[in-house]
Every structure is written in structure tokens, then in C-alpha cells.
């Protein structure tokens, strides 16, 4: 016959061979008995406390038809059924494995059915948080209204992922760790059962390694069963199949570091790793020790918290100097589990282990206490890291703003029209409401052509509209988008970047003045050079119009000076014939200006806003509006009041 492991050996076949849960098991005993089965079960706990076990008692007892005071009889049908394992009222699904949908489906369609032999018909389904959330909203309807044959039972280690609808429609029960002294009783028992000899330390390192969990005892003492010699498991087995070091190899270093003894420790920690003992087992069992010493010398009764033999917590409060070795111990204490926590960036951790045992052995252990210099440095550290947290946060909050307005803008450029004609140049306007006179411009103005500035629009234009339909970095065609020309003079093209002003880290970063420079030479002939500016600048116009220009204004106001019309009067009559129906108010307004002086004039004339003040329109000159092909004498005609036909 072949082997079977103890933890399936020695599986629960009633209630009373479950160890641990009593509790749980009177309650379940307790509906047996009173006939008051609910139609869904959750039981939830850490690995190997017997909740599948349960279940299967559970769910075996509720089947039989002849319980005794909650317990199966073993006798009838559905009990014989089910002890040879054919028993097709108790239905195991490992949601694990059948977590979908389609199972759960199938699993709806089957409850419908009746139970062959007991009063119910049980489902197990084990791991139950595995099932995707579909297939526990496919589930959820059958829970709320079952069958009156149909019972579930899910068992988890993590009820926290369970939707709480479920959760809701089921009676939980929460398996709790077993208790050390009652693992080791249970194992005591299999072990004389197999007729094994043992020594009590030896189950007790076992039950205080495996955490409450049963199974992982079970399954700790099967191994030392196959390793035992002379018939008998001791301390030393159980030290080998868990991977330790004796206390007394322990107390020996322990003692080594307390007495500043570098030779001694260290070779206790070459022996530790020869043994193949890992770094984190020694420095965990290390703490222990010391955390215990700690305890017993300042506790009345340590064996109450100290689960370990009376000669061993003996040992911990010999050659102990009351508070002196309670500071240290608690420095060492802090030193370790800060090593511990640092071992997990370093592959490999023997040497670093090494290192603070030699520092340990020294003294200089990280000290706890509030040492004012470390403290201060620490602070120091602290404010630093803040600071620099600081300047990325405002950084990122930057890069996240700069985002946001290219997202607009990619929608703004996606809604755009290039079906026909130039890219239309931004709105340029300027105020202008005194009366002319000779004025420099101010220092924070920039004194423009008229021409050129058409001539740079134009090729700006090109050029913007080319980039942003062409495959280039859409960053750039955004940047590009929003800027205006200030000047163009000696192939110096200066431009001021608008609302782009906040993109020119990105457009810089893509090569975004490359590609312009590019284009503009593309699109001007012309190898010209770009000056980006970062403020706004106010354009005053040169007075650049021609005397034709001037004679036209004037013959078109009907100002009489000695100025001789042009001979093509034909066109120059007409406007005047309606420049004559205007209010007189423009030909008063006009009438104040000496065209001839500034038409005599040989130097610059400028526009300034002291110079106009007796005009009571504002003047804006609309890029929008105007056709940069338009002549600018008409353009002044409509300032003045002027029309044409």
C-alpha cells in the first residue's frame, strides 16, 4: 500500500477530531441538532486550520439521515456513500482552477437537481476569492433565491476579495491560529500512535515555526519522521529540518557581541553559513534571543510570554547589568532589524551581515536614543529630501499645466480649416489718441516697417501652416501656431511666442527651432536667423506711406492745398463724392493735420499715442481682417471716416 502523508492520514472524519475550533464547531453542531441549516456557509482563516475539513464534516453531517446530536451515524446510506468517496451529494470545485463564468453557469444548471440519497445537496468551493467577478455575479442571483436541498460552502484565506454581496447572503466563520500548546499536544498524539519517541522541545520548535497552522506542522513532522534516528525525534532533528541554529549556538554569539569579543562571533557566524543557514534566519533568531533576555530580566513571570524550557529562560538573566545591557540590547536590536530591512537590496547579504557584526562587536551600534547630534543630522537629511520632494512636485505640477494646454491645443488644431488661403496673422492692436508729432518711441517699444512686417507675416504664415500639416513633431506645430512677428531687419527674424511662451522647453527639447529655421528658409529663400523674445512689446509703425498716398488722403477729404491731383480722377471722384455726404465731423478732425509739412518732411515720421489726441475713434489695425495684399491707403481712409467704392 502505498504512503500516505499525515496531514490526509490524519484528516477529521467527525466533529470531534477537529482540533482547535471549538467554538465553531458547537455552533455548527447546534444547527444540526435544531434543524436551522442556512443555504450558504463562508468559512475564512490562514492556511492549514481546517477549514476544508470542516466543510466536509459539515456538510457530511447534514446529509446523513440519521445524525446523532449533530454527528454523522457512519451507518446509513448517504455515510457509506460518501466514506468510500462516491458520495455525489458533496460537490468539491477548486475556484482556483474553475473560476470562470462557464463553470458557474454549469454549476446553476446542476442545483436544480434533487440529492440521491441525503436531505441536501452540498457544494464545497474551495478558494473561493479566486472566481473572477463575473462568475460570482452569475452566482449571486442562485444565492439569493436557492433550491431548499441546495447548500453552500465557501472556504478563503482572503475574505477581502469577495464582493459584499456575497459576503451579505452567507453565515462566515473565522478560523482562528492554532494554539502552540494544542499543536503539540496533537502531534505528541501521532507520534505515539506511530509509536515514535520524541523530545517535547523538539514538537515545540516545530508548533512555534508553522505559526498556528496545522497542516504545516503535519507536514514539518513528516519530514522529521523520515529523518529520525534511533526511533526518537529530538532537538537537533527539528533543528535541521527547519534550518536553525541551536539555542546554544545562539547564546554563544549573542554572548560573543555582548562581551565586544570580534573573534568569537565571528567565527560563530562562519560556522552558522558552512551549515548552509541563511543570513535572514540567524539575524531573526538573533533578535529573538536578545528580545527574551530583555524580557525575562524585566519581567516577574517571563515564562508567560517566554514560550520556552525553565532552563532556558534561566539562562537569559545570567551576567546581566540591569540598565547598562538594556540600553545596549536595545541598540543592538535596532541595528539588526535595520540590517534586516537593508539586506533586501543587496545580493549578497553575508558580507554586509559580516560587516555588522565586526561594528556590533565595537560598540558603535545605531544608537535610539536622542542623541542631539545625530538627531540634528537626521533632520537635516529630512528637510533636505523635503526640499528636493518640493522642486519635483512644483516640477511635475509644471510638465502636468504644459500638458494640459497642448491637449487643448492639439483639439484647437484638429477643428482648424487648411482647406484655402494663408494662415490668418494674430490680431495686433494699437491704441493711438494723440495728435501726431515728432516723438522717439519708448524703450520698451519697437519701431516696425510696415512692409517688412507684411513680407514676415507672410512668410510666417507659410511657414506655420506647412509645419502643422507636415509630419513634423506636433509639439513644434503647436509652438509655431502661436507666434506673432515683432520685426524683421538684416535677415534677423524676431518673434514673440504668445500663449507658446509656457511650450518652449518642449519646443526647444524637440528640435522645435531647427525645424522653424528650416521651413522659413524654405519658404522665404531667404537664410534668416530667429530672436525669441519672452515679454510683449509695443509696435509703433514707421509713417512710411508714400506722397501718392498723402495726395490721395487729401484729394479724398476735399482739404484744399496745393497739392495737384493725379491724373486718374475718374476712380478719386467717386469717393469724393461720397466723402462729401460723410459728417463733417471727420473733415473737421482732419482739417487739423498739415499734410503738406508731413509730406515735405524727409525724416521718420512716428506714430505715437501723445500724438493723437484729439482723435476720438481708437485705431486698430485688425490682421485679422485685412488683406495683407490691400493697399494701406485704404485702410487709412477708413480711420478717417473715409469710404471706397
Given at each position: 500500500?502505498?504512503?500516505?502523508?499525515?496531514y490526509r492520514?490524519f484528516?477529521?472524519?467527525?466533529?470531534?477530531?477537529?482540533?482547535g475550533?471549538d467554538?465553531?464547531?458547537?455552533?455548527l453542531?447546534n444547527?444540526?441538532k435544531n434543524?436551522?441549516?442556512?443555504?450558504?456557509?463562508?468559512f475564512s482563516?490562514i492556511?492549514?486550520?481546517?477549514?476544508?475539513?470542516?466543510?466536509?464534516?459539515?456538510?457530511?453531517?447534514?446529509?446523513c439521515?440519521?445524525n446523532?446530536?449533530g454527528?454523522?451515524?457512519?451507518?446509513?446510506?448517504?455515510?457509506?456513500?460518501?466514506?468510500?468517496g462516491?458520495?455525489?451529494?458533496i460537490?468539491?470545485?477548486?475556484?482556483?482552477?474553475?473560476?470562470g463564468i462557464d463553470?458557474?453557469?454549469?454549476?446553476?444548471e446542476?442545483?436544480?437537481?434533487?440529492?440521491?440519497?441525503?436531505?441536501?445537496?452540498?457544494?464545497?468551493?474551495?478558494?473561493v476569492?479566486?472566481l473572477?467577478?463575473?462568475a460570482?455575479n452569475?452566482?449571486?442571483?442562485?444565492?439569493?433565491?436557492?433550491?431548499?436541498?441546495?447548500?453552500?460552502?465557501?472556504?478563503?484565506t482572503?475574505?477581502?476579495?469577495?464582493l459584499?454581496t456575497?459576503?451579505?447572503?452567507c453565515?462566515?466563520?473565522?478560523?482562528?491560529?492554532?494554539?502552540?500548546?494544542?499543536?503539540?499536544?496533537?502531534?505528541?498524539?501521532?507520534?505515539?500512535?506511530?509509536?515514535i519517541?520524541?523530545?517535547?522541545?523538539?514538537?515545540e520548535?516545530?508548533?512555534?515555526?508553522?505559526?498556528?497552522?496545522?497542516?504545516?506542522a503535519?507536514?514539518?513532522l513528516?519530514?522529521?519522521i523520515s529523518?529520525?534516528?534511533?526511533?526518537k525525534?529530538?532537538?537537533?532533528?527539528?533543528?535541521d529540518?527547519?534550518?536553525?541554529?541551536s539555542?546554544?549556538e545562539i547564546?554563544?554569539l549573542a554572548?560573543?557581541?555582548?562581551?565586544?569579543d570580534v573573534?568569537?562571533?565571528?567565527?560563530?557566524?562562519?560556522?552558522?553559513?558552512?551549515?548552509?543557514?541563511e543570513?535572514?534566519?540567524?539575524?531573526?533568531?538573533l533578535?529573538?534571543?536578545?528580545?527574551n533576555?530583555i524580557?525575562?530580566?524585566?519581567?516577574?513571570?517571563?515564562?508567560?510570554?517566554?514560550?520556552?524550557?525553565?532552563?532556558?529562560?534561566?539562562?537569559?538573566?545570567?551576567?546581566?547589568?540591569?540598565?547598562?545591557d538594556?540600553?545596549r540590547?536595545s541598540?543592538i536590536?535596532y541595528?539588526?532589524?535595520?540590517?534586516k530591512?537593508?539586506m533586501?537590496?543587496f545580493?549578497?547579504?553575508?558580507?554586509?551581515?559580516?560587516?555588522?557584526?565586526?561594528?556590533?562587536?565595537?560598540g558603535?551600534?545605531d544608537n535610539?536614543?536622542?542623541?542631539?547630534?545625530g538627531?540634528?543630522?537626521?533632520?537635516n537629511v529630512?528637510?533636505?529630501?523635503?526640499?528636493?520632494l518640493n522642486?519635483r512636485?512644483?516640477?511635475l505640477?509644471?510638465?502636468?499645466?504644459s500638458?494640459?494646454?497642448l491637449?487643448?491645443?492639439?483639439?484647437k488644431?484638429?477643428?482648424m480649416?487648411?482647406?484655402?488661403?494663408?494662415?490668418?496673422v494674430?490680431?495686433?492692436?494699437?491704441e493711438?489718441?494723440?495728435?501726431?508729432?515728432?516723438?522717439?518711441p519708448?524703450?520698451n517699444?519697437?519701431?516696425?516697417?510696415?512692409?517688412e512686417?507684411?513680407?514676415?507675416?507672410?512668410?510666417?504664415?507659410l511657414?506655420?501652416?506647412?509645419?502643422i500639416n507636415?509630419?513634423k513633431d506636433?509639439?513644434?506645430?503647436?509652438?509655431?501656431?502661436?507666434?506673432?512677428?515683432?520685426?524683421?531687419?538684416?535677415?534677423?527674424?524676431?518673434v514673440?511666442?504668445?500663449?507658446?511662451l509656457?511650450?518652449?522647453?518642449f519646443?526647444?527639447?524637440?528640435?522645435?527651432?531647427?525645424?522653424f529655421k528650416?521651413?522659413?528658409?524654405?519658404?522665404?529663400?531667404?537664410?534668416?536667423?530667429?530672436?525669441y523674445i519672452d515679454?510683449?512689446?509695443?509696435?509703433?509703425?514707421?509713417?512710411?506711406?508714400s506722397?501718392?498716398?498723402?495726395?490721395?488722403?487729401?484729394k479724398d477729404?476735399?482739404?484744399?492745398n496745393?497739392?495737384k491731383?493725379?491724373?486718374?480722377?475718374?476712380?478719386n471722384?467717386s469717393v469724393?463724392?461720397d466723402?462729401?455726404?460723410?459728417?463733417?465731423?471727420n473733415?473737421?478732425?482732419a482739417?487739423?493735420?498739415?499734410l503738406?509739412?508731413?509730406m515735405s518732411?524727409?525724416e521718420?515720421?512716428?506714430?505715437?499715442?501723445e500724438?493723437?489726441?484729439q482723435?476720438s475713434?481708437e485705431?486698430?489695425?485688425?490682421e485679422d481682417i485685412?488683406?495683407?495684399?490691400?493697399?494701406?491707403?485704404?485702410?487709412i481712409?477708413?480711420?478717417?471716416?473715409?469710404?471706397e467704392e
Amino acid at each position: 500500500m502505498s504512503y500516505t502523508v499525515l496531514y490526509r492520514e490524519f484528516r477529521p472524519k467527525n466533529f470531534e477530531e477537529i482540533i482547535g475550533q471549538d467554538n465553531i464547531v458547537n455552533i455548527l453542531k447546534n444547527q444540526i441538532k435544531n434543524d436551522s441549516i442556512s443555504h450558504a456557509y463562508l468559512f475564512s482563516g490562514i492556511r492549514g486550520t481546517g477549514k476544508t475539513s470542516t466543510a466536509k464534516v459539515f456538510a457530511k453531517s447534514i446529509c446523513c439521515l440519521n445524525n446523532k446530536e449533530g454527528e454523522a451515524c457512519n451507518e446509513c446510506a448517504s455515510c457509506n456513500d460518501i466514506n468510500i468517496g462516491d458520495g455525489a451529494d458533496i460537490v468539491e470545485i477548486d475556484a482556483a482552477s474553475n473560476r470562470g463564468i462557464d463553470e458557474i453557469r454549469d454549476l446553476k444548471e446542476k442545483v436544480n437537481y434533487m440529492p440521491n440519497f441525503g436531505r441536501y445537496k452540498v457544494y464545497i468551493i474551495d478558494e473561493v476569492h479566486m472566481l473572477t467577478t463575473e462568475a460570482f455575479n452569475a452566482l449571486l442571483k442562485t444565492l439569493e433565491e436557492p433550491p431548499s436541498h441546495i447548500v453552500f460552502i465557501f472556504a478563503t484565506t482572503e475574505p477581502n476579495k469577495i464582493l459584499p454581496t456575497i459576503l451579505s447572503r452567507c453565515q462566515r466563520f473565522d478560523f482562528n491560529r492554532i494554539d502552540s500548546e494544542v499543536v503539540v499536544n496533537h502531534l505528541a498524539s501521532i507520534l505515539d500512535k506511530k509509536e515514535i519517541e520524541y523530545e517535547k522541545e523538539a514538537l515545540e520548535l516545530i508548533a512555534l515555526n508553522t505559526e498556528g497552522a496545522l497542516r504545516d506542522a503535519l507536514s514539518l513532522l513528516d519530514k522529521a519522521i523520515s529523518v529520525v534516528k534511533d526511533n526518537k525525534i529530538t532537538k537537533e532533528t527539528a533543528d535541521d529540518i527547519l534550518g536553525l541554529i541551536s539555542d546554544e549556538e545562539i547564546f554563544l554569539l549573542a554572548k560573543g557581541i555582548l562581551e565586544n569579543d570580534v573573534d568569537k562571533s565571528l567565527n560563530a557566524v562562519h560556522d552558522f553559513l558552512n551549515k548552509g543557514r541563511e543570513v535572514g534566519s540567524i539575524i531573526t533568531q538573533l533578535m529573538e534571543y536578545y528580545s527574551n533576555k530583555i524580557i525575562a530580566v524585566n519581567v516577574k513571570e517571563p515564562e508567560k510570554i517566554i514560550n520556552k524550557s525553565s532552563t532556558y529562560i534561566s539562562s537569559l538573566k545570567e551576567s546581566f547589568n540591569g540598565l547598562e545591557d538594556s540600553k545596549r540590547i536595545s541598540d543592538i536590536l535596532y541595528s539588526l532589524a535595520k540590517l534586516k530591512n537593508d539586506m533586501r537590496f543587496f545580493s549578497e547579504p553575508e558580507f554586509l551581515f559580516t560587516a555588522k557584526i565586526i561594528n556590533l562587536c565595537s560598540g558603535a551600534a545605531d544608537n535610539t536614543s536622542d542623541n542631539k547630534t545625530g538627531a540634528n543630522t537626521s533632520v537635516n537629511v529630512d528637510n533636505e529630501q523635503i526640499e528636493l520632494l518640493n522642486d519635483r512636485i512644483r516640477s511635475l505640477e509644471r510638465e502636468v499645466n504644459s500638458l494640459s494646454y497642448l491637449k487643448s491645443e492639439i483639439e484647437k488644431i484638429k477643428n482648424m480649416d487648411f482647406s484655402g488661403g494663408v494662415m490668418p496673422v494674430k490680431e495686433e492692436i494699437i491704441e493711438l489718441k494723440d495728435k501726431p508729432k515728432k516723438l522717439a518711441p519708448d524703450s520698451n517699444e519697437i519701431v516696425v516697417d510696415k512692409k517688412e512686417i507684411r513680407e514676415a507675416d507672410k512668410i510666417l504664415s507659410l511657414t506655420q501652416r506647412y509645419i502643422i500639416n507636415s509630419a513634423k513633431d506636433p509639439l513644434v506645430g503647436m509652438s509655431v501656431n502661436k507666434f506673432k512677428v515683432i520685426s524683421l531687419e538684416d535677415n534677423v527674424l524676431t518673434v514673440y511666442p504668445g500663449e507658446a511662451l509656457n511650450m518652449m522647453d518642449f519646443y526647444f527639447d524637440n528640435d522645435g527651432d531647427k525645424i522653424f529655421k528650416d521651413i522659413l528658409k524654405e519658404k522665404s529663400g531667404r537664410n534668416l536667423d530667429v530672436v525669441y523674445i519672452d515679454k510683449k512689446i509695443k509696435l509703433r509703425y514707421k509713417n512710411d506711406s508714400s506722397k501718392n498716398s498723402l495726395k490721395s488722403l487729401k484729394k479724398d477729404l476735399n482739404i484744399k492745398n496745393d497739392i495737384k491731383p493725379e491724373p486718374e480722377a475718374t476712380s478719386n471722384i467717386s469717393v469724393e463724392e461720397d466723402v462729401v455726404s460723410k459728417p463733417p465731423v471727420n473733415d473737421n478732425i482732419a482739417s487739423d493735420y498739415n499734410l503738406d509739412e508731413i509730406m515735405s518732411s524727409n525724416e521718420e515720421e512716428y506714430i505715437s499715442d501723445e500724438e493723437l489726441s484729439q482723435i476720438s475713434n481708437e485705431i486698430v489695425v485688425d490682421e485679422d481682417i485685412m488683406d495683407v495684399d490691400e493697399d494701406y491707403d485704404a485702410s487709412i481712409m477708413e480711420i478717417f471716416g473715409a469710404s471706397e467704392e
